[in-house]
């Protein structure tokens, strides 16, 4: 099992973890507050140690978000070439937006927070209650797939083609591969 090292320091294994929600929420504000501190570095070796830990705070993000439908792979491969592109401010910007949308849960109506459009908010604009009791419910359903991985955005995309405008609920897949496959990778 992979080891998650939260934001204080103290690495558990990730099914040791009380709340993964709250795990995950942490470490994206430690990724946000990396960040800042990147974008503020004046010393090109500062900047590059900063980045670097941008980079491995991904990387601990990624064992989580394999399991969330939001950000997705899409949104999160983006975040991870700013980052080792060195563009700071574009990671910032939607390092900040990501963590926004999972902070209001917004990804969960609103379709631009799956968008990585640049001329995007970067955050939300606030919502009426009225609005808000409009919207429909929204849940994720995991499939444990034996299929290649090559091949789970075209059967991620199959799943969504069959949503429907009537429908009275709002559902996004997540795909994993079953634990004997994801551990002799």
Same mark, same amino acid.
């Given at each position: 099992?992979?080891?998650?090292?939260?934001?204080?320091?103290? &690495?558990? /294994?990730?099914?040791? @973890?009380?709340?993964?929600?709250?795990? %995950? *929420?942490?470490?994206?504000?430690?990724?946000? =507050? +990396?960040?800042?501190?990147?974008?503020?570095?004046?010393?090109?070796?500062?900047?590059?140690?900063?980045?670097?830990?941008?980079?491995?705070?991904?990387?601990?993000?990624?064992?989580?978000?394999?399991?969330? &439908?939001? /950000?997705?792979?899409? @949104?999160?491969?983006?975040?991870?070439? %700013? *980052?080792?592109?060195?563009?700071?401010?574009? =990671? +910032?910007?939607?390092?900040?937006?990501?963590?926004?949308?999972?902070?209001?849960?917004?990804?969960?109506?609103?379709?631009?927070?799956?968008?990585?459009?640049?001329?995007?908010?970067?955050?939300?604009?606030?919502?009426?209650?009225?609005?808000?009791?409009?919207?429909?419910?929204?849940?994720?359903?995991?499939?444990?797939?034996?299929?290649?991985?090559?091949?789970?955005?075209?059967?991620?995309?199959?799943?969504?083609?069959?949503?429907?405008?009537?429908?009275?609920?709002?559902?996004?897949?997540?795909?994993?591969?079953?634990?004997?496959?994801?551990?002799?990778?």
């Amino acid at each position: 099992m992979n080891n998650l090292t939260l934001p204080d320091g103290d &690495a558990k /294994p990730i099914d040791q @973890l009380f709340s993964c929600t709250t795990a %995950r *929420v942490d470490l994206w504000r430690e990724l946000n =507050a +990396l960040c800042r501190r990147w974008r503020n570095c004046k010393d090109q070796p500062a900047s590059a140690k900063v980045q670097q830990q941008c980079l491995a705070q991904l990387e601990q993000l990624a064992q989580l978000e394999a399991y969330q &439908a939001y /950000p997705g792979p899409r @949104l999160l491969a983006l975040l991870v070439e %700013r *980052v080792a592109a060195g563009n700071g401010i574009g =990671a +910032l910007h939607l390092a900040q937006r990501i963590s926004s949308s999972l902070l209001d849960r917004s990804y969960k109506q609103d379709a631009n927070d799956w968008e990585a459009s640049e001329d995007l908010p970067d955050a939300p604009a606030p919502r009426s209650f009225a609005a808000a009791s409009a919207h429909r419910p929204y849940f994720e359903t995991l499939i444990v797939s034996p299929a290649p991985i090559s091949t789970w955005p075209q059967h991620l995309q199959a799943i969504r083609q069959l949503r429907r405008h009537q429908d009275p609920f709002i559902y996004e897949p997540v795909m994993t591969a079953p634990l004997r496959m994801r551990c002799s990778r």
